[in-house]
């Protein structure tokens, strides 16, 4: 008999036959306890492209679409019974868990009382107060997604500024905002080639760096024409990438003194505390974006300006010609969203309700740590807020360079379909997890327990 070869001799510490087994085997499992989902999405595949409501929601890894029932708190159920402890959590949209109760009263009163009115209400004075009080920026303005909101922010500083450059972070996330997809391979800035239908030249208008990196921050800010560096305070869809010690107060200054503007999207990041990451650790920034949870589960998205911002943005709209400003739609802060906005932040972006998600987030940290650590792995776990993550290296990433390198798309689907086949649910993108507050002990006992199952038939142990 062979001796085992030592995990070491793999980049994962996997052998790759072992992950395609094991996802073979998987996949036949799905595909036998799910019969009804099975005809489901075979049904859909008659009227929806790729068969789901959006293209990359067919990204999950499962041989079909898994088809949602209902879902309430930290758990759904699937149209086949079986019950899965939550913590993709609409991939943060359901932070606050599903149906959040406060939410779902204030849209059960709101919607006898109208749904949208393109006018302004009581609610909303009362949401731009209680984000300025949370996030410690004065004016607010309003979206249905972060998307938008991103796009929608990028258009104000262009205005506000007068200069024409974005600088990104290279493996950035920032919704579907064409500007930000723009990659550096082998040092060099490539437009993303996955980008659909985009007929312009993105590299005219964005600059890329790497993360942490503060001489190619300085150098890309040196022309004078950068208008803003739109970024995550951390990295967090390509695998978390957290900032080195003091990275973001010398970028700061670094941004300032050339007469840029630094907006922080908080959109994962949220997760950090009722103010964000940025306000958490004392990071000044000139705007900021956040959306997602934000509305418990609804729609809507929110951008907030420093005062001195907010000021030159109102100048530069006042001194355009009249008409369409291509800012804003017309459902955007519709009632509902403002009803649910206003349950959110009044009710959950509070310290007494992080402060449980995120102990229970260290809970998964340490016990993750301790797995891979059992079982000889060259991982590493990170933790930001109440959301947790682990990455097939064996130190954290310190740029979307490193953090795309250690991904194996192969290994992400086994774990996550093994995960998902015995009642455990995790973000199909990369392997993150979430804490809401109705998640409990025994859902992350339940997910520790299986990951070990799954890790134990991945290394033969």
């Avoid at 500083?157 to 990659?183: I, K, Q």
């Avoid at 199952?453 to 033969?460: R, S, V």
Wanted: charged residues 15%; proline residues 5%.
């Amino acid at each position: 008999m062979n001796a085992p070869i030592a995990p070491h001799h793999w980049p994962t510490g996997i052998a790759p036959e072992q992950v395609s087994a094991l996802l073979e085997r998987e996949r036949a499992r799905y595909i036998d306890n799910r019969p009804r989902s099975k005809v489901m999405a075979a049904r859909a595949c008659e009227h929806m492209m790729f068969g789901v409501p959006l293209h990359w929601m067919s990204d999950w890894g499962t041989p079909f679409a898994l088809q949602v029932d209902r879902a309430h708190g930290a758990e759904l159920v699937d149209v086949d019974g079986h019950t899965l402890a939550d913590f993709c959590l609409g991939d943060t949209g359901a932070m606050f868990g599903h149906s959040p109760a406060a939410v779902a009263q204030a849209l059960q009163t709101q919607a006898g009382n109208g749904m949208t009115t393109m006018l302004a209400g009581e609610d909303a004075a009362v949401v731009a107060q209680l984000l300025a009080d949370r996030f410690g920026l004065p004016q607010w303005q309003f979206a249905m997604t972060a998307t938008d909101a991103n796009r929608f922010m990028l258009r104000w500083v262009r205005a506000a500024t007068g200069r024409r450059v974005l600088l990104v972070f290279n493996g950035c996330y920032h919704g579907t905002v064409d500007d930000v997809f723009v990659d550096l391979v082998d040092g060099q800035p490539v437009q993303r080639p996955s980008l659909l239908g985009q007929v312009q030249d993105l590299l005219t208008t964005t600059r890329v760096i790497e993360f942490n990196d503060l001489a190619a921050l300085e150098a890309a800010l040196a022309p004078g024409d950068v208008a803003c560096v739109l970024a995550e305070p951390v990295m967090t869809n390509i695998g978390m990438v957290m900032p080195a010690p003091g990275y973001w107060e010398k970028a700061a200054e670094l941004i300032k003194r050339h007469g840029s503007l630094l907006v922080m999207d908080e959109t994962h990041t949220l997760s950090s505390g009722p103010g964000g990451y940025a306000r958490e650790h004392g990071i000044a920034v000139d705007a900021l974006v956040v959306g997602k949870a934000l509305g418990g589960g609804m729609p809507c998205a929110a951008y907030g300006f420093s005062a001195e911002l907010a000021s030159r943005a109102v100048a530069a709209k006042r001194a355009a010609p009249a008409g369409h400003s291509g800012i804003g739609t017309t459902l955007t802060a519709n009632l509902l969203a403002m009803a649910a906005m206003r349950a959110t932040l009044s009710n959950y972006l509070r310290p007494e309700v992080f402060a449980p998600m995120q102990a229970r987030a260290a809970l998964l940290a340490r016990g993750l740590q301790t797995l891979i650590k059992r079982h000889g792995l060259p991982w590493c776990v990170t933790q930001v807020g109440a959301r947790t993550e682990f990455q097939f290296c064996a130190l954290p990433p310190l740029n979307g360079t490193e953090a795309g390198a250690a991904m194996d798309a192969e290994l992400e689907h086994a774990i996550h379909l093994y995960l998902l086949n015995r009642g455990v649910l995790i973000t199909p993108f990369h392997n993150m997890m979430l804490i809401c507050p109705d998640t409990t002990d025994a859902h992350v006992e339940l997910l520790l327990s299986t990951m070990d199952q799954a890790l134990q038939e991945l290394t033969g142990g």
